[in-house]
């Protein structure tokens, strides 16, 4: 409409200038009414030319059917990809796999989606985002408010602010998701006078004076509100509405139209315009939580008696409103002030015809939605029928955890627990699912208390569940810390002698918590032990080893040696194969535990042995923390082609992840490799892009991180002062930051700078903030970096009392590890050269060069090679066009002409023409040249 087309040309501006490459969030302001629903049909239309998918949701419908819209919402963000799709080419064969499954099962099941397709809906929504950007509306968004939904829906907002997504809202609220607001909020104004004209004019085909004269009488007590204009009119001028255009006589619309006393006055006049059939099926609406399908509502209503013409004539006249969801209608009543009226106004009696069709509904149990159908019976006077409604409707929320929505469900079974209707069995029902629903909600007094009810209700043939039960409660007082009582109950379990092994595996864990939290960890470790004696036997045993290994693992944190450790992993990972992501995730942590002890080849065979066991069984994200890590302990060990593949391979599939963080991760790992490399043009564009992103996620510590590693390329490549820009400007985020690795990092490279100006005093001080924050971190490679440079230090300045003793320390830490192992053979060369030990220097700088060339670190061999032919001419066994040859392959490998000049320019390159010229001119003597 004309009234909101200057909001309309803002937010189509905004859509113009949408490039698909970031995330933006709209907030219409309204109220039910106001045309925010127009305003997005408008913009949807307005949006197609812009070729990006458009999903537009209510927030009835998804609140409702959450499910369906998961279905239909991936179903077209995946519409275009196929085999041949050329960004689904690029995934590995393992993902591609994964993705057409996942697509498959989303095609095939129907009803409620297990948790665990829920969760591969979000893989497949965080990846197809990232690739194929869409325009995403969430209409009506006040129901998420009052149903307390937004926790339901936040996984969904996380994934896509994450994203490329133009995300639309609407409502007479503006939401908030944790810490973030709209980008955008438009209120939407009232209708104009001259709107309402033209709107009357074509809504009831008037002439414009009888559209004015209405206007007149109508526009105040309208308040600018559309769809209250509308029923006014109709209120007000029905009867004269309906003549025939002859008999619509000016003279007819001169009434004096009475101000309404209150909102309620005007809504009961408006309801007395209705027919009684109409009333009762509004009536019927306004217990529903959430919209019908046409299938369901037409099947309700025929069997109430109830004709479509109706229900029609209420669509037609925006009493109920209607959407559509994969190619199904829905209905549902959207206007709040008219839903609490008609809660309020429509008797017992008039809702007396849904008895029967709702109970039938019932009987037959093939339905999958939670409406509310309870309230109907309720309010119809009919209990039993209520009673027996709620169970079923809570039975379909309990069988999702969605327990927030259940909760007026619970509650209400709970105050008629002792209704006949209910079975001993649905009784038992209402009060486990109660008890999840406190534990969901962190009430654990009340799951408590629940679940001491739920016991009371067991009989003696229930002596397994009982004692189940009692554990569950020995588990919420060890929470509320109430160590006790819990005790009492673990005795309890234990006097029974009971014979299942589940149960007494669960009784030996929770005695094993019992005695950590008394302080009695070596207690604790002997129940846990027992309780490994015991998993196999257990039924759901490849559930339960992940919860064994976390608390063998915290005795292990709190300084209780573990002798047998190992064995104890050793026998935990057979059952834990049965459950791929828990043996990656064990099998994660004993990688990470092996890199900590610098075992880096123990590491990397564990990692490998995990790759191919586990690589086609785990979700996305667990095998993308396993291709990093390979990717890392490949470079470790100087295998930099597999470091590569492994983490591109990563990079093409981060966009799976939950973390937002990592791809910025794998990226580091992968500009690691190249500025090791030499490939110095890809290692700068790698940490820029991760600098860039850092910044706009507020993500200080990689933003300062990628900083470092853009500092130290820049210093590799003697571009001196954009280095020390980069170094300054993060020492100064030290005091917000407070990260030792990051900040050691900023000194030590500040430190080499110096030492390259020879500024032994402020390299001194800088040695020494070193030192103090490397006791603050605990990577192994932190100490070597440091013991590096501190050799580095002890060689320019001449302080070399402790120089034999760091080299012995740092050759000793240096084993496993490539990169500083052949900084061990360097640096020791260097050293004893200046002793003059001219031939042991020879024999360490060869070695030194011999691996340097081996492993691809062309930079580094170069920086070698420049030593071995400063040694004197008699011990140098290095020819000239063999250094040349390194010389060319630096160059190659750098990647762009600025930075083959700075190191051509600097004191690097002048070494190498020194060392060029008089070879160049004892072949001009002989005659012959240098190529």
Request: glycine share 4%; hydrophobic share 40%.
């Amino acid at each position: 409409m004309k009234i909101h087309a200057q909001v309309q040309q803002e937010i189509e501006t905004i859509l113009r200038s949408w490039d698909g490459q970031r995330f933006y969030w709209i907030h219409l302001k309204g109220d039910t009414g106001a045309g925010t629903s127009t305003l997005l049909k408008n913009i949807v239309e307005h949006a197609r030319e812009f070729a990006f998918p458009i999903v537009r949701v209510s927030a009835p419908v998804w609140l409702g059917y959450e499910d369906e819209v998961a279905r239909w919402f991936v179903q077209k963000l995946f519409s275009s990809v196929g085999e041949s799709h050329s960004t689904f080419e690029k995934l590995p064969a393992v993902y591609r796999q994964w993705v057409a499954a996942t697509l498959k099962s989303v095609e095939k099941k129907r009803g409620n989606f297990s948790t665990q397709l829920q969760k591969d809906f979000r893989y497949l929504l965080r990846w197809g985002l990232r690739h194929f950007p869409v325009i995403f509306i969430l209409d009506d968004m006040d129901p998420l408010t009052t149903h307390g939904a937004f926790r339901r829906w936040q996984p969904w907002f996380e994934v896509f602010r994450q994203r490329n997504v133009l995300f639309f809202t609407a409502g007479h609220r503006v939401p908030r998701f944790n810490d973030r607001h709209p980008d955008y909020v438009f209120t939407l104004p009232g209708i104009t006078m001259k709107g309402a004209i033209t709107f009357l004019q074509q809504k009831y085909q008037v002439p414009e004076l009888i559209a004015r004269m209405m206007v007149n009488q109508l526009y105040l007590k309208s308040e600018g509100n559309l769809q209250k204009l509308h029923w006014l009119a109709r209120t007000f001028f029905g009867d004269v509405l309906t003549l025939p255009p002859k008999k619509m006589k000016p003279e007819l619309f001169q009434r004096k139209v009475q101000q309404p006393g209150s909102p309620q006055i005007l809504l009961k006049a408006i309801m007395e315009q209705l027919t009684l059939p109409q009333q009762q099926i509004l009536g019927f609406f306004s217990r529903l939580d959430v919209p019908l399908l046409k299938k369901h509502t037409d099947s309700i209503l025929k069997q109430a008696g109830f004709s479509r013409k109706d229900v029609q004539f209420l669509v037609n006249e925006h009493f109920l409103e209607t959407e559509t969801l994969n190619n199904q209608p829905l209905y549902f009543l959207k206007n709040s002030p008219l839903k609490e009226f008609l809660k309020q106004h429509v008797t017992s009696e008039l809702l007396l015809p849904f008895q029967d069709s709702l109970r039938a509904l019932v009987q037959r149990n093939n339905w999958n939605i939670a409406a509310g159908f309870y309230r109907v019976l309720l309010d119809g006077g009919f209990l039993n029928g209520a009673v027996e409604v709620a169970y079923y409707e809570a039975r379909v929320l309990a069988k999702v955890h969605q327990w927030e929505r259940a909760r007026e469900f619970l509650h209400f079974l709970r105050r008629n627990l002792s209704n006949s209707v209910l079975s001993p069995s649905q009784r038992l029902d209402v009060l486990r699912w109660l008890a999840h629903l406190y534990d969901a909600s962190g009430l654990t007094e009340n799951y408590f208390e629940m679940l001491r009810e739920y016991r009371d209700h067991l009989t003696q043939k229930d002596a397994r569940e009982y004692l189940h039960v009692s554990l569950e409660m020995a588990d919420a007082l060890l929470r509320m810390d109430a160590l006790g009582e819990a005790r009492y109950f673990l005795r309890e379990a234990r006097a029974k002698k009971v014979a299942d092994p589940g149960v007494r595996f669960q009784a030996k864990l929770l005695s094993g918590d019992l005695e950590r939290y008394l302080g009695h960890p070596e207690y604790a470790y002997h129940q846990y032990h027992e309780a490994l004696t015991l998993l196999e036997r257990v039924k759901d045993a490849p559930q339960k080893v992940w919860g064994l290994y976390r608390r063998f693992k915290a005795i292990q944190e709190e300084g209780v040696a573990i002798p047998d450790w190992e064995r104890i992993v050793e026998t935990l990972l057979p059952v834990a194969r049965r459950n791929p992501e828990v043996y990656v995730r064990i099998q994660l942590e004993r990688i990470r535990a092996r890199m900590q002890e610098s075992n880096y080849l123990e590491a990397l065979r564990v990692a490998m042995t995990t790759y191919r066991q586990s690589r086609w069984h785990v979700f996305p994200d667990t095998l993308q923390s396993l291709d990093k890590l390979l990717g890392e302990l490949y470079g470790a060990v100087g295998k930099w082609t597999l470091a590569a593949y492994h983490l591109r391979r990563a990079l093409h599939t981060v966009e799976f992840a939950a973390d937002a963080a990592l791809p910025d991760d794998v990226r580091i790992a992968l500009g690691v490799v190249y500025k090791e490399t030499a490939r110095y043009r890809d290692a700068l564009d790698v940490f820029q892009q991760v600098h860039e992103d850092a910044g706009l996620r507020n993500d200080f510590s990689r933003f300062v991180e990628a900083k470092l590693h853009l500092a130290h390329v820049h210093i590799l490549t003697h571009n001196k002062f954009k280095a020390l820009d980069y170094i300054r400007s993060s020492l100064r985020m030290e005091d917000s930051l407070r990260d030792a690795t990051l900040m050691l990092t900023a000194k030590l490279l500040a430190l080499s700078l110096e030492i390259q100006q020879r500024n032994w005093t402020r390299a001194a001080t800088l040695l020494e903030d070193a030192r103090q924050l490397a006791w603050q971190t605990e990577n192994p490679l932190d100490v070597l970096n440091l013991q590096f440079y501190e050799i580095q230090y002890a060689l320019g300045s001449g302080t070399v009392e402790q120089l034999p003793q760091l080299l012995e320390t740092f050759t000793e830490k240096s084993a496993g590890l490539t990169k500083f192992t052949i900084l061990a053979h360097w640096l020791r060369g260097k050293w004893l050269a200046r002793q003059h030990h001219y031939q042991n220097a020879v024999d360490e700088l060869r070695t030194a060069l011999q691996c340097a060339n081996r492993y691809g670190m062309v930079h580094l061999a170069f920086q070698i090679v420049l030593d071995v032919l400063e040694l004197p001419p008699i011990y140098v066994d290095v020819k000239l066009p063999a250094a040349e040859e390194i010389y060319n392959q630096l160059m190659a490998a750098i990647g762009d002409e600025i930075l083959r000049r700075q190191i051509q320019e600097s004191d690097e390159g002048e070494r190498w023409i020194n060392i060029l010229k008089p070879e160049k001119n004892h072949q001009e003597e002989r005659g012959g040249h240098v190529h």
